[in-house]
C-alpha cells in the first residue's frame, strides 16, 4: 500500500482560508467515504478533527471543513488563527481491514 | 475521559524485538478496537495495526511477519511486538483508539520515542 499523497507545505494569513489536498486512489480515498484529519502541533498527539470526510467531532471548531471528490479529499481551514499552525494528516480506509495516512502538509500561518 | 499511556524501553538494539505496552483508563464504553501507529523523526504517520478486546488483529501488510499485537486479560493493556528491528524502524510509537465505525482514530497516547541503537 502506498501512501497517501498530500502537499509538504501550505500556508495562509490570519483570517484567510487554506485548502490541503489529500490525494488517493480507487480502492482507497475513492472507494470509500472513511476519510479522517489529524492536526498535530510539533511534539504533541496527533488530534482527530474531521472523520468520514466532512463530520467534525465535539469541540472542533467550524472553521474546519472537508471534502472529497474521485480520488482526492480535501480539507479547508478557514478564519486562519495562530494556532492553526501544525502538520495537518489525512487517513483513508483501504479496504480489507487495512488504513493508510498522508504524508502531511506542514500549515504555516503568516 | 479517555486516558492512553504507552510505556517501554527507549533504545532497542537492531536485530532484537521491539516490545510496547498501551495502558487505557476510563474508557467505560469498552471500545473495542486499539492501533498502534508510528512516526519516525520529521516524517509522517504509519499505521502498523489493530488489536480488538477479543485478541483478534489486523496488521499493516508491510510488516507482516515482524509485528503482532496482543490484549491482556484485564482488556486495558495491550502491547505491541515487532521483531528483527533496524535503524528504519526508530520512532515515536502511539497508541489510538479505533478504528471502528468511522474508521478514524479518535482517542491517543502522547506517544513513546523507541531509538534502534547498539
Known amino acids: 500500500q502506498s501512501a497517501l499523497t498530500q502537499p509538504p507545505s501550505a500556508s495562509g494569513s490570519p483570517g484567510q482560508s487554506v485548502t490541503i489536498s489529500c490525494t488517493g486512489t480507487?480502492?482507497?480515498?475513492?472507494?470509500?467515504?472513511?476519510v479522517s484529519w489529524y492536526q498535530q502541533h510539533p511534539g504533541r498527539a496527533p488530534k482527530r478533527m474531521i472523520f468520514?470526510?466532512?463530520m467534525r467531532p465535539s469541540g472542533v471548531p467550524d472553521r474546519f471543513s472537508g471534502s472529497k471528490s474521485g480520488n482526492t479529499a480535501s480539507l479547508t481551514v478557514s478564519g486562519l488563527q495562530a494556532d492553526d499552525e501544525a502538520d495537518y494528516y489525512c487517513s483513508s480506509y483501504a479496504g480489507s481491514n487495512n488504513w493508510v495516512f498522508g504524508g502531511g502538509t506542514r500549515l504555516t500561518v503568516l | 475521559q479517555v486516558q492512553v499511556q504507552e510505556s517501554g524501553p527507549g533504545v532497542v538494539k537492531p536485530s532484537e524485538t521491539l516490545s510496547l505496552t498501551c495502558t487505557v483508563s476510563?474508557?467505560?464504553?469498552?471500545?473495542?478496537?486499539w492501533s498502534w501507529v508510528r512516526q519516525p523523526a520529521g516524517k509522517g504517520l504509519e499505521w502498523l495495526g489493530r488489536?480488538?478486546?477479543?485478541?483478534?488483529?489486523n496488521y499493516n501488510p508491510s510488516l507482516w511477519g515482524r509485528v503482532s499485537m496482543s490484549v491482556d486479560t484485564s482488556k486495558t493493556q495491550f502491547s505491541l511486538r515487532l521483531t528483527s528491528v533496524t535503524a528504519a524502524d526508530s520512532a515515536v510509537y502511539y497508541c489510538a483508539r479505533g478504528p471502528f465505525g468511522d474508521h478514524s482514530f479518535d482517542y491517543w497516547g502522547q506517544g513513546t520515542l523507541v531509538t534502534v541503537s547498539s
Open positions: 488489536v480488538y478486546l477479543s485478541g483478534s488483529t
Open positions: 468520514e470526510v466532512s
Open positions: 480507487s480502492s482507497d480515498v475513492g472507494a470509500y467515504n472513511y
Open positions: 476510563g474508557d467505560s464504553s469498552r471500545y473495542q478496537y
